[in-house]
């Protein structure tokens, strides 16, 4: 299976105008969005607690999150954002995928928007 990356933007949630943007890696693995924290900061996204995620080789790290909109593919998601190492890829994680009724074809590795997002 390939690697699929998407440009999104990340923007402050109550002012728009703070924003950055980058080429994120689609991650269906991750639950939660990650983009380096020095960016974050610097759109003036502060961090609202912290968390312990595990990495694809099982360690645990913590990591401090807020909370931003996140746009791409012409639609817009809220949700939680990872201070990642400033040099970090960028990572859009299954919460914004499927908030936005998008998910990855298995069989292309492209980005398909679904007919409907799922209510059920």
């Known amino acids: 299976m390939g ?12 002012n728009r105008d703070r924003k950055w943007s980058g080429l994120f890696l689609v991650d269906t693995g991750a639950i939660d ?21 595990e990495l694809a080789d ?15 593919m012409g639609d817009v998601a809220g949700g939680i954002v990872i201070f990642g190492p400033d040099d970090c890829e960028p990572i859009l994680g299954v919460t914004a995928l499927e908030s936005t009724g998008i998910v990855v074809d298995p069989k292309t590795n492209q980005l398909k928007r679904l007919p409907a997002v799922p209510l059920k």
């Open 3 to 14: 690697l699929t990356h998407v440009t999104a933007t990340i923007s402050h949630p109550t």
């Open 33 to 53: 969005c990650m983009a380096p924290g020095k960016a974050l900061r610097e759109i003036g996204i502060e961090p609202d607690g912290k968390k312990t995620y």
């Open 58 to 72: 099982g360690t645990e790290v913590q990591f401090e999150f807020g909370l931003a909109r996140i746009e791409f």
